[in-house]
């Protein structure tokens, strides 16, 4: 009983048990209870177009929420960068805040300086580590007005209001920071200040070869 909120606890004793059948695990979200890809994709893009309605229906106002979901698919970079800013600006990635508000109990503080509590404005702007690399890169006053937002949605519309080159180089920072930190998160050797800006401008340099170099 501990492992489950009450509310979940009244759910599964409701659920109906046969007598005589085994337990059996099932994909809930396909008709035989078989996994997918196809029924898994078709479930990505329900959830998607739920977001987007969502979204479309929150207070900001609909045209302004669907433009930045909107751009954020039209930038010129790979899917999987796109799809991580996607979450970014969701604030859906599992940071160790994220994951500790889905009631699981864990070190929440930050995998890269073990300081401070990791949400996204620690581990994207605040943490003393990225600073570095924002320095580094020569995008200090861009950190500084990012830090101004109250919400990862509002740091996502000021970085795709930049001009193209800077706009990229932030997503692409951004991105390069993140999979430096979940190696960190796993265990293994955090990348030095000079290894991410290498990564960021080498992906930058690759992915828009018309805006390099920095
Ligand atoms: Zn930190």
Redesign the pocket.
């Known amino acids: 009983m501990d492992l489950f909120n009450l509310d979940d606890v009244k759910e599964i004793l409701l659920i109906p048990i046969r007598p005589g059948m085994e337990d059996t695990i099932a994909w809930h979200y396909d008709a035989k209870g078989i996994f997918t890809v196809k029924s898994a994709y078709q479930l990505g893009v329900k959830l998607r177009d739920e977001a987007l309605s969502r979204d479309a229906s929150s207070s900001a106002g609909p045209l302004v929420q669907h433009q930045t979901w909107r751009s954020i698919w039209n930038q010129e970079l790979p899917g999987r960068v796109l799809i991580f800013f996607w979450r970014f600006t969701h604030n859906s990635l599992p940071t160790k805040l994220n994951i500790k508000r889905k009631k699981v109990d864990l070190d929440t503080?930050?995998?890269?300086?073990?300081?401070?509590d990791?949400d996204g404005g620690?581990?994207f702007l605040?943490?003393?580590?990225?600073k570095q690399v924002w320095r580094a890169l020569d995008c200090e006053d861009l950190r500084l007005s990012l830090c101004e937002c109250t919400n990862a949605k509002q740091v996502a519309d000021k970085i795709l209001s930049l001009p193209k080159e800077k706009r990229l180089l932030a997503i692409i920072l951004l991105w390069d920071w993140w999979t430096a930190r979940n190696k960190a998160n796993a265990g293994e050797r955090m990348a030095s200040t000079d290894d991410v800006c290498f990564r960021i401008r080498k992906h930058h340099t690759e992915f828009c070869p018309q805006e390099a170099p920095v």
């Open positions: 503080r930050c995998p890269v300086c073990w300081r401070l990791e620690h581990i605040r943490c003393k580590a990225v």
